[in-house]
């Protein structure tokens, strides 16, 4: 990566590829999967609260992977003052449209960042938008980006667990999962925990967590002055069964990056701060070794047009509420927005190993999976191969589940089988 930092993209230089035109005919949901399918990971950076650094780790996060040579976006989606523009010295810049895609701003290269900020001439407007107003600005940021291909985008999300992460969470399939940000204080700790529930219930695996502002690197004498009693993030890591990602200190360098908007990781790559975000985000990096050949083959193979796959375990003609004792799955292809089932099969399940069923989904290209109850283990397994599950549907037939299910009807109970 060069130092070409604030080298925004002149937007004169901004033609679009030839079959940009194309998608002009494309509906705003087809779009959506077009533009998220040129991007191999997705990573969600998540807090339990405002304040904590969640925008200053996604940033770091950010330029970290592209100092390791990967193409990368930075989504904010912070609508309580979206900060990233500030963070990286880029307020009042306006990323250029052409009518069909909006172009986002080359910050450094590698790194391509988009902002509601950029949308809203004054940072604290997007506070006032009301619900859906906000999630059809996440839609439309969603589906007219043209990001090109990239290797990771990083999606700063609002702050909480309440319906805004929510909906954006929704709204961005196949993620890989989420970083969750916290600080060593008993209060944030306590928010971070909501925030892995949040995690689990909605089906993002937890990549980590990680613990900003964790002691104070003393500007005299480079030692580490423990401020907020350190460490409870790695302990409550381990009590909740996720991966610690490891501490990031107070450096008084990384406000002065951010007030003058220059990248911190990499200006003092030296530093304590640096060598932490480096050891953080490996476990990103190792992602995307996973993405090769242990990857099932892609979705499109045998799956037609626009269909998505959905999947349900079957036992005895009707859904299987406990997914491991299935005896087949009927496989439908569905239009979503069409609410049309396009094919039908049933296949017989694969002998019950532990798993084989993520795999072999995968190998057959399933998207979604309605089940009755299923452990939280497996749920990350799919979560990993980019295959969403609802839990909790009825022990119906088939046939009424998926068309409940298309028209929006289906009701979700207690996931019965959560070991
Ligand atoms: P959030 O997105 O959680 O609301 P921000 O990333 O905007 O929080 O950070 C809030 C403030 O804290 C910013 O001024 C940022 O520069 C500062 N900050 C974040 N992490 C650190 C850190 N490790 N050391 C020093 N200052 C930090």
Same mark, same amino acid.
């Given at each position: 990566?060069?130092?070409?930092?604030?080298?925004?993209?002149?937007?004169?230089?901004?033609?679009?590829?030839?079959?940009?035109?194309?998608?002009?005919?494309?509906?705003?949901?087809?779009?959506?999967?077009?533009?998220?399918?040129?991007?191999?990971?997705?990573?969600?950076?998540?807090?339990?609260?405002?304040?904590?650094?969640?925008? &200053?780790?996604?940033?770091?996060?950010?330029?970290?992977?592209?100092?390791?040579?990967?193409?990368?976006?930075?989504?904010?989606?912070?609508?309580?003052?979206?900060?990233?523009? &500030?963070?990286?010295?880029?307020?009042?810049?306006?990323?250029?449209?052409?009518?069909?895609?909006?172009?986002?701003?080359?910050?450094?290269?590698?790194?391509?960042?988009?902002?509601?900020?950029?949308?809203?001439?004054?940072?604290?407007?997007?506070?006032?938008?009301?619900?859906?107003?906000?999630?059809?600005?996440?839609?439309?940021?969603?589906?007219?980006?043209?990001?090109?291909?990239?290797?990771?985008?990083?999606?700063?999300?609002?702050?909480?667990?309440?319906?805004?992460?929510?909906?954006?969470?929704?709204?961005?399939?196949?993620?890989?999962?989420?970083?969750?940000?916290?600080?060593?204080?008993?209060?944030?700790?306590?928010?971070?925990?909501?925030?892995?529930?949040?995690?689990?219930?909605?089906?993002?695996?937890?990549?980590?967590?990680?613990?900003?502002?964790?002691?104070?690197?003393?500007?005299?004498?480079?030692?580490?002055?423990?401020?907020?009693?350190?460490?409870?993030?790695?302990?409550?890591?381990?009590?909740?069964?996720?991966?610690?990602?490891?501490?990031?200190?107070?450096?008084?360098?990384?406000?002065?990056?951010?007030?003058?908007?220059?990248?911190?990781?990499?200006?003092?790559?030296?530093?304590?701060?640096?060598?932490?975000?480096?050891?953080?985000?490996?476990?990103?990096?190792?992602?995307?070794?996973?993405?090769?050949?242990?990857?099932?083959?892609?979705?499109?193979?045998?799956?037609?047009?626009?269909?998505?796959?959905?999947?349900?375990?079957?036992?005895?003609?009707?859904?299987?509420?406990?997914?491991?004792?299935?005896?087949?799955?009927?496989?439908?292809?569905?239009?979503?927005?069409?609410?049309?089932?396009?094919?039908?099969?049933?296949?017989?399940?694969?002998?019950?190993?532990?798993?084989?069923?993520?795999?072999?989904?995968?190998?057959?290209?399933?998207?979604?999976?309605?089940?009755?109850?299923?452990?939280?283990?497996?749920?990350?397994?799919?979560?990993?191969?980019?295959?969403?599950?609802?839990?909790?549907?009825?022990?119906?037939?088939?046939?009424?589940?998926?068309?409940?299910?298309?028209?929006?009807?289906?009701?979700?109970?207690?996931?019965?089988?959560?070991?």
């Amino acid at each position: 990566m060069s130092s070409k930092e604030n080298n925004q993209q002149d937007p004169g230089k901004n033609t679009p590829p030839a079959d940009d035109q194309k998608l002009k005919n494309y509906t705003e949901s087809q779009l959506l999967t077009r533009r998220m399918d040129e991007i191999q990971n997705k990573i969600m950076v998540l807090s339990g609260k405002g304040g904590v650094g969640k925008s &200053t780790v996604a940033a770091n996060i950010a330029v970290t992977l592209a100092m390791e040579g990967k193409k990368v976006g930075l989504l904010d989606t912070d609508f309580h003052g979206p900060s990233i523009p &500030t963070l990286l010295n880029l307020d009042g810049k306006r990323p250029s449209s052409d009518g069909t895609s909006i172009y986002p701003i080359e910050y450094l290269e590698g790194v391509k960042v988009m902002s509601i900020g950029f949308l809203v001439p004054n940072r604290d407007d997007a506070v006032i938008w009301r619900g859906p107003m906000k999630m059809n600005v996440i839609k439309q940021l969603l589906s007219d980006v043209n990001w090109g291909k990239l290797d990771y985008l990083i999606v700063d999300f609002p702050p909480g667990t309440g319906d805004e992460p929510l909906s954006v969470a929704q709204l961005i399939p196949q993620s890989n999962g989420a970083v969750i940000v916290t600080t060593p204080q008993d209060l944030s700790l306590n928010d971070v925990r909501k925030c892995i529930s949040f995690c689990r219930q909605v089906n993002i695996p937890i990549l980590g967590v990680i613990e900003n502002m964790s002691g104070l690197v003393c500007p005299n004498c480079h030692h580490l002055i423990d401020v907020f009693k350190s460490g409870g993030g790695q302990k409550m890591a381990e009590e909740m069964g996720v991966p610690f990602l490891g501490t990031i200190p107070i450096d008084p360098n990384i406000v002065e990056a951010s007030d003058k908007g220059m990248p911190f990781v990499y200006h003092y790559s030296d530093s304590e701060a640096a060598t932490a975000f480096r050891n953080a985000v490996q476990p990103l990096l190792d992602l995307e070794s996973r993405t090769g050949s242990d990857m099932p083959a892609p979705r499109e193979e045998d799956t037609p047009g626009n269909a998505t796959r959905i999947a349900i375990p079957v036992v005895q003609g009707r859904l299987s509420p406990h997914f491991g004792h299935c005896d087949e799955f009927a496989i439908f292809d569905v239009d979503l927005e069409k609410k049309e089932i396009l094919s039908e099969k049933a296949l017989e399940a694969p002998p019950h190993e532990p798993g084989l069923l993520p795999r072999w989904l995968g190998e057959n290209n399933v998207n979604i999976i309605i089940a009755g109850g299923m452990g939280s283990r497996a749920r990350d397994l799919f979560a990993e191969q980019g295959i969403s599950v609802s839990v909790g549907a009825p022990s119906d037939t088939p046939a009424n589940i998926i068309q409940t299910f298309m028209e929006g009807t289906l009701v979700l109970g207690d996931n019965v089988c959560d070991h």
